[in-house]
């Protein structure tokens, strides 16, 4: 049976893993890159459908050591890439990771490139080209002090893409960590999720995925690929689920904001999503008509790097832990947490917390249980 690894951003892999173990993957363990699991073809194919915390599903293909630079391109001559695509089709190399062999990961890259190309020169006295935005297939290399590890890229361009957001804001949360962190917070055990500082409306687009139908269209590139033609590969469909009861909110003080969040969950067709402009003390809360018996805030408020900065916006945090108290008593809430200096101005203590990484920024996920 084949091996796939599931990748995911750092602090985020356990999510991952309880995630493909949801859907019925047979996970195998996580490894220092991500998470393995053991399945057909068309199990890649359905997790590349299904994952939504999930930014690459990984088809390994040689694992070796190196001790100098020129033994990457010796060990790739020999692994025959001819069996993967045809001259007329392009490939790309990805290079992640480090080793003290190469200053940089494009030299790796170019190593590769070239054991791949003299591989083909040979065979068919032509050279395939190389395509770094659409490949056919894209080859994927993970340096790790001497080991290297080549994979296959099953999934294309990266899937934290979940093919809605159309329009977007300043420091929009990548869609599969949204995913992730909602999935963190246990979203199934609350039945009205509002998130007030909504941005472009993403956790309120996963929330209702997630608790919904979960499936995402995507043009896999390994249809064309040459060692699985002869395979009976298929492609899901999407399954139509029951609607569920819940409810969801959106709001968010700047009109931009509101009209992105309005485009982006515009596929979203219920009467339990509502959406409103406004700060998030203002909001006309009860009179929305939302039934629910617990609910679930989850904010990814404005940080700052820099103290100016930070010192204007201590004012919002301060509101937002007045709010908290006085307003969401029996809710649960979970921030992002970019800045401690500015999370410490809610003057509450979280009873939960998981480290991210949030596009090269530390980040964490804390939970603020409201009695
Ligand atoms: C980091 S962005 C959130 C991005 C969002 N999670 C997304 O994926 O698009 C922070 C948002 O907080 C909103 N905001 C700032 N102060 C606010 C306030 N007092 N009340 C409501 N929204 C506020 C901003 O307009 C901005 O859209």
């Known amino acids: ?63 070796f050591q190196v001790y100098n630079a020129d033994e990457l391109y010796n060990h790739c001559k ?42 083909f020169q040979k065979k068919y006295q032509k050279r395939p080209n190389v395509n770094k935005e659409k490949p056919a297939i894209e080859f994927y290399c993970r340096l790790q002090d001497t080991q290297v590890s080549i994979s296959l890229n099953t999934s294309g361009t990266s899937l934290t893409h979940h093919g809605y957001r ?24 609350y039945d009205l999720v509002w998130d007030p500082m909504c941005g472009s409306g993403t956790f309120i687009y996963e929330a209702h ?22 395979m009976d590969l298929k492609s899901p469909e999407k399954k139509h689920k029951a609607p569920l009861d819940h409810y969801y909110l959106a709001s968010d003080v700047h009109p931009e904001s509101v009209a992105a969040a309005k485009t982006n969950l515009d596929p979203i067709r219920s009467s339990h999503l509502k959406i409103r402009q406004g700060d998030f003390e203002d909001v006309p809360f009860d009179k929305l008509d939302l039934k629910f018996k617990k609910g679930l805030l989850v904010i990814n408020p404005p940080y700052a790097e820099r103290l ?3 010192e ?15 307003r969401l008593k029996g809710w649960d809430v979970w921030i992002v947490s970019g800045q401690a200096q500015l999370t410490k101005e809610l003057r509450l203590k979280s009873d939960r917390q998981l480290n991210f990484d949030n596009g090269g920024i530390s980040c964490r996920w804390l939970r603020y249980s409201m009695y």
């Open 166 to 189: 159309d329009q977007s804001v300043h420091a929009p949360i990548r869609e599969h960590i949204a995913a992730a962190l909602l999935k963190h917070a246990g979203i199934e055990d």
């Open 312 to 326: 204007k916006l201590k004012p919002t945090y301060k509101r937002l832990g007045d709010f908290m108290k006085q």
């Open 78 to 119: 020999k692994i025959d890439f001819t069996k993967f695509f045809d001259v007329d089709q392009t490939f790309a190399i990805k290079v992640k990771g480090q080793s003290p062999f190469f200053n940089n990961t494009l030299y790796a890259a170019q190593l590769m490139k070239d054991a791949i190309v003299d591989q």
């Open 1 to 63: 049976m084949p091996q796939f690894i599931a990748l995911t951003s750092k602090g985020l892999r356990p999510v991952l893993k309880k995630e493909l173990q949801d859907l019925n993957f047979k996970v195998l363990k996580e490894t220092g890159e991500g998470v393995l699991f053991d399945g057909s073809w068309n199990e890649a194919i359905r997790a590349n459908h299904e994952l939504r915390t999930c930014t690459r599903i990984l088809k390994p293909v040689a694992d």
């Open 308 to 310: 100016g900065e930070i």
């Open 209 to 230: 995925e997630i608790l919904n139908d979960n499936f995402i269209p995507r043009d896999l590139p390994i249809y064309k690929w040459k060692h699985l033609k002869q």
